[in-house]
């Protein structure tokens, strides 16, 4: 029964592969029709328009010379032989002209009744000039003449036989010769020889058995095109000249335009039946092989199940929830990870005991199932070892025993670890080969300083078991920043092989250090992802962010927010003997805001923030009200009596006395007001006024 619907299965398979194929078949071939004939009309419509120039060139040069010989004419009506000489003249200069003639009305010369000076092409060289005007050859019926007493422009006639002149089949160009009085008196005939629109037309033929042909403005043949064989397709394509109204065709039978096309048909139906076949024959095969292909297909589902739930696994270890610590408004940490396989040997982890931040980010060598597995283990290890250890160079140092001495493997892992004290903003750590973070230091302007920490070059974790790992120290501050990375960031390669490098690295840094982690880490992958673009994740990818931030204080423009600001400075944890000085210093500088910053009923906002840079601390209050400097306010003379001073100036006189600096600046259409007090002395606030 399985093997009955396994042929079924294969004969269905050679039937939709036939119809596929066929169908692909169809829409090349029509495609390709579609394509032929849209090159041929633009081939033939090229064509078309050289002719077209050709003779509009030849046409333009004899109507031009048509206006010449009239005036010519009329300057020298009185000397029939000044008209011969201009006559033969211009079929001298006109090198496609078979005759040239000026007819005059019957008797203006008395000693004729009929004149019509002719000059006529023989050869090359040899140019023929009389007086052909008779009875026997009366001009004046024919229909160049009586159509120049009509119009008063160059005008062509139809074809006609040309048997006192030219002595062929021309096309003429007429054009009135007037007298003083503005009369009609005369008439100059250009003839065009059909000879020369032959050769011309001979341009045209862009197939070999192409037909073309020329008909006037009437639909008279000047150049005939062949007949046409009944029963066959042509494609017709025509072109206008402006000059005269005449029309030129190129007319190719569509047998001829796909000819190629049917024979390269013919061998490609010819290819796909040996190909149906070619495939008939591998159908048997794979029928004969179809049961292991199945087996192995069972087998890889169950390994891909297996991976899958292993991943799940391994992510589920990883912490998740962000932003993690809802009572530590002074801490903002974010991780990152895309293994380059269903599983990674990638890991960070971080989590807060005794009011310190324990943190690490590390690499397992290798990839797949058995670095996952030892990045599980490393995990484990760190919270086992920082349960009961506080110490980065000795947690450092007994995960390295841990994992040394049951490692048989021969794999190590890259390791950074810190513990950040999260009173006193003291980071320990300690490197173990990893890639070394960077930190971005809050500068005494706001703005970020972003360096490379110093780290000691000491061994991975898991190479020797009786390695003495170095611990480092260093002071972070308020919204100082920590990113960490795995080498999948700085060595991911995108399709020239070229590595995105720690220079990328930190240029992007720059850009997105004033954001939170979680924004900075995505806008970082967001910019390795553009970089690497379709080339192929080759390492997995970790990052970790860590912000120990101070909160910014945001009040409406009420005075009635004011008490808002103790309690946010008793956040900040300043010392005893400075904290009444900075909050009565804050409190006179946002007040003063509040009352000059906004007009009257207008509803504003307040920001205040601080950090810590070196030895002092540092306070911004910014709004966006109206531009007010209170450091250029005339201060109060506090000699004189109450009744004697004006109103205002204490504020900003008290805050001048109880900070160390005070400086404004208007950016980004805010008030910036930054204060500074040193922390490294005490002074007695004691004032009486």
């Not at 001979?202 to 403005?217: A, C, G, H, T, W």
């Not at 990883?318 to 932003?323: A, D, H, I, T």
């Not at 956040?571 to 007009?599: D, F, G, K, R, T």
């Not at 404004?664 to 007090?677: F, G, P, Q, V």
Request: net charge negative; hydrophobic share 40%; proline share 4%.
């Amino acid at each position: 029964m399985n093997n009955r619907k396994k042929s079924h299965a294969g004969l269905w398979i050679l039937i939709v592969a036939g119809i596929v194929l066929e169908s692909i078949s169809c829409v090349q071939y029509f495609t390709s029709r579609i394509s032929i004939k849209h090159e041929a009309e633009l081939r033939a419509k090229t064509e078309l328009r050289k002719a077209e120039l050709e003779i509009e060139k030849h046409t333009i040069e004899m109507e031009a010379a048509a206006k010449m010989l009239a005036m010519l004419a009329q300057k020298h009506i009185e000397s029939p032989d000044s008209i011969y000489a201009a006559t033969r003249s211009v079929v001298k200069t006109i090198e496609h002209t078979s005759s040239i003639a000026v007819a005059f009305v019957p008797n203006f010369y008395p000693k004729h009744r009929f004149f019509e000076a002719c000059s006529s092409r023989i050869s090359k060289d040899s140019i023929y000039t009389r007086q052909i005007g008779s009875a026997e050859h009366d001009y004046t019926q024919m229909e160049w003449f009586q159509n120049g007493f009509v119009h008063d422009s160059c005008w062509w006639s139809e074809p006609y036989l040309d048997d006192s002149g030219s002595q062929t089949y021309v096309v003429s160009c007429s054009y009135p010769v007037r007298n003083g009085a503005g009369e009609v008196v005369a008439v100059v005939c250009i003839d065009l020889s059909l000879d020369y629109l032959q050769q011309v037309s001979e341009y045209l033929q862009v197939y070999p058995n192409s037909f073309y042909s020329i008909r006037s403005s009437n639909g008279l043949s000047i150049v005939p095109a062949p007949d046409t064989i009944p029963g066959r397709k042509y494609n017709i394509y025509h072109e206008e000249i402006d000059a005269t109204g005449w029309h030129i065709e190129i007319i190719i039978p569509e047998d001829e335009l796909f000819a190629d096309l049917n024979r390269i048909g013919l061998m490609v139906t010819i290819l796909m039946l040996i190909g149906l076949l070619i495939l008939a024959l591998i159908l048997v095969y794979t029928t004969r092989t179809v049961r292991k292909m199945i087996a192995f297909s069972e087998q890889n589902q169950r390994m891909e199940s297996e991976l899958e739930v292993a991943q799940t696994i391994q992510m589920a270890m990883l912490p998740k929830v962000f932003p993690p610590f809802a009572d530590h408004l002074d801490l903002n940490v974010y991780g990152f990870v895309r293994p380059a396989k269903e599983v990674g040997g990638d890991l960070y982890d971080f989590y807060i005991r005794s009011e310190k931040l324990f943190f690490c980010i590390g690499d397992v060598s290798g990839k797949g199932v058995p670095a996952s597995l030892l990045m599980a283990t490393t995990r484990s290890l760190f919270r086992s070892v920082t349960s009961h250890e506080e110490e980065a160079e000795a947690i450092v140092t007994e995960m390295n025993q841990a994992l040394s001495d049951a490692n048989e493997q021969n794999m190590f892992i890259t390791l950074f670890l810190g513990v950040l004290d999260l009173n006193s903003g003291k980071l320990s750590y300690c490197n173990a080969g990893h890639n070394a973070p960077i930190i971005a230091r809050r500068k005494k302007d706001g703005t970020h300083e972003i360096s490379t920490l110093d780290v000691k070059p000491n061994l991975p974790i898991g190479v020797m078991s009786d390695f003495i790992f170095e611990a480092q120290t260093t002071q972070i501050g308020h919204n100082d920043v920590l990113f960490l990375y795995t080498d999948g960031l700085s060595e991911a390669e995108n399709n020239n092989k070229v590595l995105f490098g720690e220079e990328r690295i930190m240029k992007c840094l720059h850009e997105v250090m004033r954001f939170q982690p979680r924004v900075m880490i995505d806008k970082m992958y967001e910019t390795v992802e553009k970089f690497v673009g379709t080339a192929q994740q080759s390492d997995d990818l970790t990052m970790l962010g860590i912000r120990y931030q101070t909160p910014a204080l945001v009040m409406r423009n009420d005075i009635q927010q004011i008490p808002t600001l103790a309690e946010w400075i008793e956040w900040l944890q300043i010392p005893e003997h400075l904290n009444m000085p900075i909050n009565l210093a804050l409190e006179e500088a946002v007040s003063n805001v509040m009352l000059y910053a906004y007009p009257k009923d207008k509803s504003g906002q307040v920001m205040v923030e601080s950090w810590r840079w070196e030895d002092a601390i540092y306070f911004t209050i910014s709004d966006s009200g109206i531009p007010f400097d209170p450091t250029q306010k005339e201060e109060a003379d506090i000699t004189l009596s109450a009744e004697e001073r004006s109103i205002g100036g204490l504020g900003i006189h008290l805050v001048k006395q109880l900070m160390d600096k005070i400086e404004y600046r208007r950016e980004d259409n805010k008030n910036i007001l930054t204060l500074m007090k040193k922390l490294n002395y005490k002074n007695n606030y004691d004032h009486t006024d």
